[in-house]
């Protein structure tokens, strides 16, 4: 495995623009993210009153699912291409698309152009991954900073013995750039986080909630591990 020291966080994000806008994506959420929704606010009344933010939500499809069931929801993404697709799918179903319901930008999540204490929620689906090392903690500070007083974060995450986690080039200890195999194959930056790690980046977290998922790919050739993460503040 060769060693870097640096690399150029703009040209990341020119390689999401130009995954987004060159291939179709997924279009459904999670089930873990459908758990997580359901367990802490199905029972809610009015669902227009529970605000959900999506860092990473690339072209909605966890946005897509949180409209279709009610919720006031937002979502953040450094790709043009993703935010335009999410708009344009919520548009053609009819669904909600504009603000105060909706508010989807272009932008990125270390630094999120919303007020303190704005959300009953935060999600990450496999977003923050896609970062180094002082970035996530970054945007670990900022998840903090919008959640309300008891707001939960939600988040899923490569691990390390995931397929590919120890190719490519190291920009850092568990951030590889361009791996050469596994899930996350070919990606500008891919950090692969350790339970201990995400204990320590969700310290001033209560409830943290760490839960590993394995499964395979390619006939078992690909092994991917995640974590599925909650906590609240």
Not at 1 to 28: H, L, P, Q, V
Not at 219 to 227: A, P, V
Request: hydrophobic fraction near 40%; glycine fraction near 6%.
């Amino acid at each position: 495995m060769n060693t870097m020291n640096n690399i150029d966080t703009e040209a990341a994000n020119d390689y999401w623009e130009k995954i987004f806008s060159s291939r179709n994506w997924g279009c459904y959420p999670p089930e873990e993210l459908i758990r997580f929704v359901a367990r802490n606010f199905y029972a809610v009344e009015d669902r227009k009153k529970i605000r959900i933010l999506e860092i990473g939500c690339g072209p909605g499809p966890n946005i897509w699912y949180l409209v279709r069931e009610g919720f006031s929801v937002a979502g953040i993404d450094g790709s043009a291409s993703a935010i335009q697709q999410a708009k344009s799918r919520l548009l053609a179903e009819g669904l909600v698309s504009n603000p105060p319901l909706v508010e989807l930008t272009v932008g990125n999540f270390i630094s999120l152009p919303w007020q303190n204490n704005t959300f009953d929620a935060v999600i990450d689906i496999e977003a923050l991954y896609a970062n180094k090392k002082t970035d996530i903690e970054k945007s670990i500070d900022e998840v903090k900073r919008v959640l309300k007083p008891g707001g939960a974060f939600f988040s899923k995450m490569f691990a390390d013995q995931t397929t590919g986690s120890d190719t490519g080039k190291v920009i850092e200890p568990n951030t590889i750039s361009r791996p050469d195999s596994g899930p996350c194959a070919g990606n500008a930056i891919a950090h692969f986080f350790t339970f201990d790690e995400i204990n320590l980046l969700l310290s001033d977290f209560k409830k943290v909630v760490i839960n590993r998922l394995h499964r395979t790919e390619q006939n078992s050739d690909m092994q991917i591990y995640e974590w599925i993460v909650s906590a609240s503040i």
